[in-house]
């Protein structure tokens, strides 16, 4: 169930919903279960969709221009959040 919910993620491009069960997988410490390969897959899509100034859009497809900075801190700081909580379950 895990390992379709996170290939699921990635075909759609869900960037938010990908982080919320790589998040999920860890806090229940369930990261054995789910074969590496769709981890290092997880990791990389997440990776792919991080801007360079350390925004993590929502979807694949969100990359775009934004008018103002809080235009885009409304549009990102979930998904960014919820990468920050990932970021920090797995090294702790």
């Known amino acids: 169930m895990l390992t379709d919910c996170l290939l ?14 790589a ?6 410490n369930l990261s054995g279960k ?3 390969l769709i981890m290092e897959m997880t990791f990389q899509t997440i990776k792919d969709n991080q801007a360079k100034d350390g925004f ?5 497809m969100s ?19 919820v990468g920050k909580l990932l970021k920090e379950v797995i090294e702790n």
Not at 56 to 60: D, G, H, K
Request: with cysteine; hydrophobic share 35%.
């Open 63 to 81: 990359k775009q221009n934004f008018t103002n900075h809080k235009e885009q801190f409304d549009y990102v700081y979930h998904t960014t959040l």
């Open 23 to 28: 998040v999920c997988v860890y806090i229940l």
């Open 8 to 21: 699921i993620s990635i075909r759609k491009g869900d960037i938010d919903v990908l982080l919320e069960v």
């Open 34 to 36: 789910v074969d590496r």
């Open 56 to 60: 993590i859009y929502p979807t694949t």
